[in-house]
């Protein structure tokens, strides 16, 4: 290692690196030797993990390293597969891909030694499908030498410069003096108390760990690092929002209380809870910065409409944000039904209006006549000018990113903020990714919602279920039937439903039926929409754009094509879309392509209307990623961390940066964690203030 080098040195200058090399390293997120020691393996081999292909039973998940004693594409009925035949010396296993022959063809020849995960099944004897695997150096032998093999994530673009994980261990085994030099921006004081170990060792225990001790305890460093400083950025922006300035919103208004007493309905106690809650925030000198949870059919938006009249009353101007201009219109003709009664006055501002019309609302905007403005991200368009915003409210907040709701904020002088989320949030996820916000749950469902009864069918009991829809129709009821992308390099979800509407106008002659998409003009989109509501249409044929926005309290059966296509927390937003009104409502799950972890999921939809169980569910199968159907801008992504398994760890995390945040708000006291914090944590500091 170069005398000069250190955690900065360009990654290009590293021995057997290069500039070819350097490149694609980048292409990973490898820039520098740090970015290099904290590219960290994606999971280890070791003889404890390892099984012999003698002991494997059908129904393992098992992990097994061997050599490819032959390999080959075949014919099988309509389609190719790729088979290769593994052996370890106490047995073999075939391994089979049905996708991708081409490129596992050119990845896996005879004799090569590799390690292979998967689910052991059994067809003329055992065998994975679609295994996971990695390639390994022909000595690499975790049962015989005792050793814990790292294996890193390898991209096609590091295969192609031929980086594979000695290449990596190698690099990183030539800059080992590099350790020395890390300083460690904890204090020894949190180290010892909360068990951890320094980071320079955990960074060597990572890539060279020398016994599964050494290894897990640097898992937990590296992982409590991680979920330290997201916990830092978000108590140092809940100092921010607290030290903010605003109007305090303290009267009632007489709006307010008419509003309530000629809804026809009480309010649940929950939604009174919620809404008291919103009102002491708002009162109060500083702004308020509130997320409000609420299952589907909860109840969010007539608690969004009351709140809103009490801004007003206190003579400012609410603006309301929504993802979709389905939704702004469903949320324009809501809050517009109940401002009418009370003379406020309320718009709708979308991106696909005429010049004229959006001209004379912006005017009325800027000039204080519009109380209250409905929209989409048309409303952050720079002539968009209000004058007084003092209360914002967003809705399916996880769509838009942190700077996006800035963009709005800033529209007024630091107006309240109340956050809406029809996607009931895991509590470990809430104070993750909304621990700068303070939490409001409506847990309780109005007495006149019926939980929407869910079944699950095969497609050879489809006949059926056409001879049900039929008989709902017949009674004067509605259907909707959605369909997801199917294969996605075959046909589009605008394809798939294309198909599925003309399949439907043969099945039920006789019935009106129509089509939604998202690629409809909004005017084609309103017109559909309004013979649907005014039931003109008895069933509607859409892809997954219905999946918030529909509210048709005579729709009483929603059928979902190609189920298993979908995460459980979409499926259970379909599902809201039925079950509004008086009549019993049903959700049909027709599942066609169906694995164990689709058919756990819908299991899953079967036995519960809770949103909270399914958010859960949903959380733990398929990770924080992917957790909503649209990743949210600037989503904070972890390495190493896990926020399904990793609960113990993020609440020691949250403890120890919200005493540092109130004790130090500037980190003038805390010089190492402030260094990191302002360079790698920079994208995430838009709502910050630290100095």
Known sequence: MSAQTDLNTPIKYIKGVGPKRATALATAGIDTVNDLLHYYPRRYLDRTTVKSIRDVKKGDQATMVGTVEVCGERQARKRKLFQAVLSDGTGMITLVWFNGVKYIKNAIQKGDRLAIHGKIEFYNGFQIVHPDFDKLDSDADPINTGTIIPLYPLSAELKKVRIDHRSFRRIIKDIENVFLIIKDHLEESIINEEKLIPLQTALQHIHFPESRENLYAAIDRLKFDEHFYLQLLMALRKNSYEKVGTNALTKSGPQVEQIEGGLGFKLTSAQQKVIQEIREDIALPKAMNRLLQGDVGSGKTIVAIIVAATAVANGVQVAVMAPTEILAHQHYESFKKQLNKVHISCALLVGKQKAAERKQILTAI?????????????????????????????????????????????????????????????????????????????????????????????????????????????????????????????????????????????????????????????????????????????????????????????????????????????????????????????????????????????????????????????????????????????????????????????????????????????????????????KEYAQYMETVTIS
């Open 366 to 678: 800027n000039g204080g006549k519009i109380d209250v403005v409905v929209g989409t991200h048309a409303l952050i368009q720079k002539d968009v000018e209000f004058k007084n915003l003092g209360f914002v409210v967003v809705d399916e907040q996880h769509r838009f990113g942190v700077v996006q709701r800035g963009n709005l904020l800033i529209k007024g002088l630091h107006p309240h903020l109340l956050a809406m989320t029809a996607t009931p949030i895991p509590r470990t996820m809430a104070i993750t990714y909304h621990g700068d916000m303070d939490l409001s749950i409506i847990d309780e469902m109005p007495k006149n919602r019926k939980p929407v009864i869910t079944k699950i069918v095969k497609e050879d009991r489809l006949q059926n279920v056409y001879k049900f829809i039929r008989e709902e129709v017949e009674a004067g009821r509605q259907c909707m039937v959605v369909y997801p992308l199917v294969e996605e390099t075959e046909k589009s979800d605008l394809a798939a439903a294309s198909e599925g509407y003309e399949l439907l106008q043969n099945i039920f002659k006789g019935i009106n039926i129509g089509l939604i998409h998202g690629r409809l003009k909004k005017d084609e989109k309103d017109a559909i929409m309004e013979s649907y509501a005014n039931n003109e249409l008895n069933i509607l044929v859409s892809t997954t754009v219905i999946e918030v926005g529909i509210d048709i309290p005579n729709a009483s059966v929603m059928l979902i094509e190609h189920a298993e296509r979908f995460g459980l927390t979409q499926l259970h937003q379909l599902r809201g879309r039925v079950g509004r009104g008086s009549a019993k409502s049903y959700c049909i799950l027709v599942e066609r392509n169906i694995r164990d972890a689709s058919r756990k999921r819908l299991a899953i939809m079967e036995k519960t209307n809770d949103g909270f169980v399914i958010a859960d569910e949903d959380l733990k199968m398929r990770g924080p990623g992917k957790f909503f159907s649209t990743e949210q801008s600037g989503f904070f992504k972890h390495k190493i961390a896990d926020m399904v398994t990793d609960g113990p760890i993020i609440r020691q995390a949250r403890k120890i940066a919200q005493n540092i945040a109130k004790a130090d708000a500037t980190l003038d006291d805390h010089p190492l964690l402030k260094e990191r914090l302002l």
